[in-house]
């Protein structure tokens, strides 16, 4: 059975983290600079190095959570989507140069999705959390995204 994919999206410092830290049977992945408090299995992964890096690094905690309590998690999180998506955008922007950052950048979006929809076919569920902004302009809220985030088919997209 295929997992569930859930976005947790809400303002800054309103509980999103202590929320995702409650899930039983889960594995964080934290990707902002400060320490997670959380009891639950998590791991930092602050600064992004290309999908080989990313997927070899999920794969290999989850490995590691397997061998530790005889399964794989149920869930993985990834806390926040939003500062990955920084992070992806500062790693493309020291990468390449000109229309390669944005075009590069593109494709590391989709090879991330890719991979969380295939954690999600094999029936891990995935939870990721997002911080959204007021826009007085359509007095809406939106997820913070840098670049083309919203329209690559990236996994916020599929939030908003």
């Known amino acids: 059975m295929a997992g569930i994919k859930l976005a947790i999206v809400a303002l800054e410092n309103s509980g999103k983290t202590t929320l995702v830290s409650k899930i039983k049977d889960a594995l964080i992945v934290s990707?902002?600079?400060?320490?997670?408090?959380?009891?639950?299995?998590?791991?930092?992964?602050?600064?992004?190095?290309?999908?080989?890096?990313?997927?070899n690094t999920v794969m290999?905690?989850?490995?590691?959570?397997?061998?530790?309590?005889?399964?794989y998690p149920k869930t993985l999180v990834i806390d926040s989507v939003t500062h990955l998506q920084a992070n992806m955008e500062k790693w493309a922007n020291e990468?390449?140069?000109g229309f390669n950052i944005w075009s590069n950048?593109?494709?590391?979006?989709?090879?991330?999705?890719?991979?969380?929809?295939?954690?999600?076919?094999?029936?891990?569920?995935?939870?990721?959390?997002?911080?959204?902004q007021f826009d007085p302009d359509t007095a809406r809220y939106k997820i913070q995204s840098p670049g083309q985030f919203g329209?690559?088919?990236?996994?916020?997209?599929r939030a908003a």
């Open 151 to 157: 329209k690559n088919g990236s996994t916020t997209s």
């Open 31 to 55: 990707t902002d600079n400060k320490a997670f408090k959380g009891k639950v299995p998590h791991f930092r992964y602050s600064e992004y190095n290309g999908i080989e890096d990313f997927t």
């Open 95 to 97: 990468k390449f140069t």
């Open 60 to 71: 290999s905690k989850l490995e590691a959570y397997n061998e530790k309590f005889g399964n």
């Open 105 to 132: 950048l593109g494709k590391e979006i989709l090879l991330v999705n890719e991979f969380l929809e295939s954690l999600a076919e094999e029936g891990i569920n995935i939870v990721f959390t997002a911080h959204v």
